[in-house]
């Protein structure tokens, strides 16, 4: 299974970004899947997802300027980022929990990361 994150890139304070992931490989389903953040220093950090029964959570810190959405036949997930600030530059990484059949387990994988620059 890989996950193929892209749409990152330098954005000014404000203005907007979209970022997708896309899912492939042997996947049975998809369960839960999202982003991840992991800035200078700091700890990786959950910024939305969307969970095994289906609803949304996401940071507190992206409340109410990040949307994300998922297109389940395409199996990606993208992450509107609109008004983003400077403390939003981070690497951003997509993770999912996928089953490679009926009856497999579930594991979580990881994108390589996309870097996400905000100007101020």
């Known amino acids: 299974v890989q996950l193929q994150a892209s749409g990152g890139g330098l954005v000014q304070a404000g203005g907007s970004l979209r970022l997708s992931c896309a899912a492939s490989?042997?996947?049975?389903?998809?369960?839960?899947m999202g982003w991840y953040r992991q800035a200078p220093g700091k700890q990786r950090e959950m910024v939305a997802q969307?969970?095994?029964?289906?609803?949304?959570n996401y940071a507190d810190s992206v409340k109410g300027r990040f949307t994300i959405s998922r297109d389940n036949a395409k199996k990606t997930v993208t992450l509107q980022m609109n008004s983003p600030k400077p403390e939003d530059t981070a690497v951003y990484f997509c993770?999912?929990?996928?089953?490679?059949?009926?009856?497999?387990?579930?594991?979580?994988?990881w994108g390589q990361g996309t870097l996400v620059t905000v100007s101020s």
């Open positions: 993770n999912a929990d996928v089953s490679s059949s009926l009856v497999g387990a579930v594991r979580n994988y």
């Open positions: 490989g042997r996947i049975f389903s998809i369960n839960a």
């Open positions: 969307f969970t095994s029964g289906g609803r949304t």
